[in-house]
């Protein structure tokens, strides 16, 4: 479904999506948005590799991904901590700021009319959106109240039938935090159905 072109750009983009988790959330919101329509909707841009991914999924069912992020980065980005770069920083504020290197990847990807960037907070932007959504991804800050904030304020969203993404979904703690993995816990004790799971990448379905 991706061209060896955009290959180029996502294995260029900075970011934290496996290949094969790229892969699989495509594949989520390409049957999701067949099954119910879009849009889809992702909490947490970064520099854009998950948006190529959905991207490709948007254009190719005719319709287009939200992708949310206020580019100041998440906790666990700012400096000191295990995923920060100093190339996201900017010079002239020392605060982190992904939206360029975000542009650039969504027009080198050639997605600009299918990739919609939503620039600021999850929650207060959940709190004015209205449009019901076909596919949507939790990607955002990995703090608990912070992603748990992002599902109770986007979860009910879902369209019947569409499809819920949750990234970095570990069981054990060894493995990393665990904040995505009660989330997914919390949405199926809300009646999500699981679908799927590639690596730390778990897909529900909503009833
Ligand atoms: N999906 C990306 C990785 C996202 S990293 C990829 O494929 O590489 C998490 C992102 O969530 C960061 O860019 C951070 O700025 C953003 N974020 C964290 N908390 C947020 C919030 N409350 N609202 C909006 N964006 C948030
Ligand atoms: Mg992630």
Same mark, same amino acid.
């Given at each position: 479904m991706i061209s060896d072109a955009r290959w180029t750009v996502i294995r260029a983009t900075k970011g934290f999506m496996p290949e094969a988790e790229g892969i699989a959330l495509a594949e989520a919101a390409h049957a999701a948005a067949l099954a119910v329509g879009g849009p889809l909707l992702e909490i947490g841009?970064?520099?854009g590799k998950s948006a190529i991914h959905l991207g490709c999924a948007a254009e190719a069912t005719d319709t287009v991904l939200y992708t949310v992020d206020?580019?100041?980065?998440?906790e666990e980005n700012? @400096?000191?901590?295990?995923?920060?770069?100093?190339?996201?920083?900017?010079? @002239?504020?020392?605060r982190m700021d992904t939206l360029p290197f975000f542009r650039r990847a969504i027009e080198a990807a050639g997605l600009e009319r299918s990739v919609v960037a939503v620039i600021g907070h999850s929650v207060p932007v959940a709190r004015s959106w209205a449009t019901p959504l076909g596919f949507l991804f939790i990607d955002g800050g990995h703090a608990l109240d912070v992603a748990m904030a992002d599902y109770e304020h986007? @979860?009910?969203?879902?369209?019947?039938g569409g499809t819920l993404a949750i990234h970095d979904?570990?069981?054990?703690k060894e493995e990393g935090g665990q904040a995505p993995f009660e989330v997914w816990t919390r949405a199926v004790a809300d009646g999500f159905a699981p679908i799927g799971t590639t690596g730390s990448l778990r897909t529900l379905r909503r009833a």
């Open positions: 841009t970064y520099c206020h580019h100041r980065g998440s700012q @400096a000191g901590w295990d995923h920060h770069d100093t190339e996201v920083v900017d010079p @002239a504020t020392g986007w @979860a009910g969203f879902v369209k019947p979904v570990f069981e054990h």
